[in-house]
């Protein structure tokens, strides 16, 4: 996509970060698993499709937009330095795996390297906030989640590309 940045992009990052507060919050309301932190990431597909459409800087912008506005509806502040903070971290980690990997690491790559990167965030977080290290302990959970959520997240993205993108996005 172009580097300017016009009203038809904008208009479409918007969108995208409508569609993402929705699934944020259909996502808090769904129970998947009795783990805190443990969630499917389904704003994750909206992040790696804004990645392959807009690029990282327009990407990282709209999760954090959506992230930050998404804590407001569904959790409040404290949820906020979280969410911000995973989504801010596992934008960054996904783009520079798009721009230095891909295509030899796949969509599915991308999206579990993202989910990763977003529990470890988060988990960095609660130690700053807990002050101990012990948090640290919830870490191997977090990734096995992490490496389900992201298999999934990233067949689902494919599929989206696939079909409405009509882009081919190496599997």
């Known amino acids: 996509m172009k580097k300017k940045t016009n009203t038809r992009s904008i208009g479409i990052m918007a969108l995208f970060i409508s569609i993402g507060l929705v699934l944020q919050y259909i996502e808090s309301r769904i129970l998947i698993t009795p783990l805190p932190g443990g969630k499917l990431g389904l704003t994750n597909i909206v992040s790696i499709i804004n990645i392959f459409m807009f690029g990282g800087r327009n990407a990282l912008l709209i999760s954090v937009f959506r992230s930050f506005w998404g804590s407001l509806l569904t959790g409040g502040v404290m949820t906020m330095a979280y969410s911000v903070t995973g989504a801010f971290f596992s ?8 721009k230095i990997l891909y295509p030899k690491v796949s969509i ?54 696939k079909r409405a993108l009509k882009e081919d996005i190496r599997i």
């Open 91 to 98: 934008s960054i980690s996904m783009w520079f795996i798009k």
């Open 108 to 161: 599915i790559g991308i999206s579990i390297i993202g989910a990763a990167t977003h529990n470890v965030s988060q988990l960095i977080v609660a130690v700053i906030f807990y002050s101990s290290v012990y948090v640290m302990s919830y870490l191997p959970i977090l990734l096995v989640l992490s490496l389900v959520s992201g298999f999934i997240t990233g067949s689902a993205t494919h599929i989206f590309a």
